[in-house]
């Protein structure tokens, strides 16, 4: 049995390759090559040139998933492609119910069907989710930390300093499937195609990837209080925040748009967009082509 291995150089904080070489010594097999996957220009050239029977396996986060499903685009993936989280939040193996150092895993069949989204005016396909405000201002100072410090990102102490004193509430709309909602005081209004995101956090905890037909979740998280906010948080983590129905409330459909009233953060399988007002999501077979290739 051989491996093509995909690594990326960014993931893991910087670590991508050692992470991806170590995780080469303990495969059930040989490791023909290591490709840095940020440099492939072609995948189907790269992808015709594996041999039958080989594999492929890409290595990464959920940033890395994200960039190989939108640069694949169109492409017919090989039969054997598998995956090994070697990132930081790894949500997408997380809602896969795998623990950290399993057996890599055959991904093809959750890398068909995926949904969009639409944010300036740029198409993308995603995995996980859409976050929408608070989330996406700890993906951005997370991204702030990281350009001037290699210490580990600690995204809950910056959601904790966000919830008291950075970041403010925004009212939005949110529209699914033609039917309109509106809401005041909202710290978060993810739009998910799994359960998890952001390191752990289960906003739509009843959400199925591969549920048919397709469908989309979206969460709305709303309080005017800072300290409710605050002790509801970690409840997200578990998926127990939806008990309370107070401030929490979780629509399916198939088309969603979200608008806020003022620019707040973005972020796609935890890519950061900044200064956004809106976005629009939707499954596969309503979506249209991808018009950019990564973030």
């Known amino acids: 049995m051989t491996y093509h291995i995909l690594y990326n150089p960014l993931a893991g904080g910087g670590n991508g390759l050692a992470r991806a070489q170590e995780l080469a010594q303990h ?9 840095d996957l940020m440099g492939i220009s072609d995948y189907a050239a790269f992808f015709a040139a594996i041999p039958a029977g080989d594999r492929v396996l890409l290595t990464g986060g959920d940033g890395t998933l994200n960039h190989f499903l939108n640069n694949t685009a169109g492409i017919e993936l090989p039969q054997e492609l598998y995956y090994a989280p070697t990132g930081t939040g790894n949500d997408f193996w997380t809602d896969l119910g795998r623990k950290p150092g399993e057996s890599p895993l055959g991904i093809r069949p959750y890398l068909e069907k995926l949904p969009s989204v639409t944010v300036n005016g740029v198409t993308r396909r995603f995995l996980n989710g859409v976050g929408y405000g608070i989330d996406g201002y700890c993906c951005l100072e997370g991204d702030r930390l990281r350009e001037t410090s290699k210490k580990p990102v600690n995204y809950t102490a910056i959601a904790i300093k966000g919830l008291l004193f950075h970041y403010r509430p925004t ?9 309109q909602h509106t809401y005041k005081h909202v710290w978060l209004a993810p739009t998910m195609h799994g359960r998890c995101y952001g390191g752990g956090m289960i906003p739509t905890p009843q959400q199925d990837r591969l549920a048919e037909p397709r469908q989309l979740s979206v969460m709305a998280f709303c309080t005017p209080s800072k300290l409710t906010a605050l002790m509801a948080f970690p409840s997200i983590f578990k998926g127990e925040h939806v008990r309370r129905t107070d401030m929490v409330q979780v629509l399916t459909g198939r088309d969603i748009t979200v608008e806020f009233d003022r620019p707040t953060p973005l972020q796609i399988d935890g890519e950061t967009i900044p200064n956004v007002t809106s976005y629009h999501a939707v499954c596969y077979a309503d979506a249209p082509a991808a018009s950019g290739t990564s973030l």
């Open 27 to 35: 495969l059930p097999g040989q490791t023909e090559r290591l490709t």
């Open 171 to 179: 009212s939005a709309t949110i529209t699914v499937d033609g039917v």
